[in-house]
């Protein structure tokens, strides 16, 4: 069964609403551990739409289970995460009209560059996984860059409108998750899943850690951070 990343963006998107200092998304990577959880995820935008550079500066200083930074493959990023050292760093792609992240990164159309960034990441000891599509041949090019993770965009499972498509898709992530593994990579996933949908992806073989973070801080908006995290948790192991 895989491990549970808390993403935990949206809590700083409440507080930027307003631009003042609440909620803290600090105080909810605290809450979340105590809740269960295995891992903190926060995406430092170049935008800064919602986690700010304070914001990782004090995660770096406070989580005690393991930060997962998610960050555009950039020269200011890749700077940043040196300074900051997170125990891993998730590239993802950035359009600043998005309202989040759309669809996996490119490996294909960049190897130079991304293999470039890669190396220095862990050349500096910070093992770098890659967000990406589950087609081959971006998870043939994530191990060509050498990236020692891949995180599996499972979006459209997770907008998949019937249970056809549904299995459809889950079937494709299953056929990456395989391909993944057989080439060397380690596997994490994320992107849309929720409490009535994590089940599934939790069950391939192989998968490490799932980074979830919308529907949780949907839910702790109502519930508490800690019980939100809880209840994740036995989603993931086929408990409602």
Avoid at 38 to 51: F, Q
Avoid at 82 to 94: A, G, Q
Avoid at 109 to 133: C, H, N, T, W, Y
Avoid at 167 to 177: N, R, S
Wanted: aromatic share 2%; hydrophobic share 40%; net charge negative.
């Amino acid at each position: 069964m895989p491990t549970l990343g808390v993403n935990i963006d949206h809590i700083a998107t409440i507080r930027q609403a307003r631009r003042t200092v609440e909620p803290d998304p600090v105080a909810a990577a605290v809450l979340a551990e105590l809740g269960g959880a295995d891992g903190i995820t926060a995406h430092l935008r170049e935008d800064r739409r919602h986690i700010q550079e304070r914001d990782v500066r004090l995660l770096r200083q406070t989580v005690r289970t393991h930060l997962n930074l998610e960050m555009a493959a950039t020269d200011e990023m890749v700077a940043i995460a040196l300074v900051l050292k997170p125990d891993y760093v998730t590239l993802v792609p950035e359009r600043r009209e998005e309202v989040t992240t759309e669809g996996g990164l490119d490996i294909v159309g960049q190897i130079a560059r991304i293999g470039e960034v890669v190396d220095k990441l862990q050349g500096a000891g910070i093992p770098v996984s890659l967000f990406i599509d589950a087609e081959p041949a971006q998870i043939e090019a994530s191990q060509t860059v050498k990236a020692k993770f891949i995180e599996l965009h499972t979006g459209r499972y997770a907008e998949a409108k019937d249970e056809t498509s549904r299995k459809q898709e889950l079937d494709v992530l299953a056929a990456g998750c395989e391909q993944a593994i057989k080439a060397g990579l380690r596997v994490n996933a994320g992107h849309g899943l929720t409490y009535w949908n994590v089940y599934p992806v939790a069950c391939l073989p192989g998968m490490e850690e799932l980074n979830i973070g919308h529907t949780i801080v949907s839910r702790a908006a109502l519930v508490g951070m800690e019980r939100a995290v809880r209840e994740m948790k036995l989603a993931m192991r086929g408990h409602q």
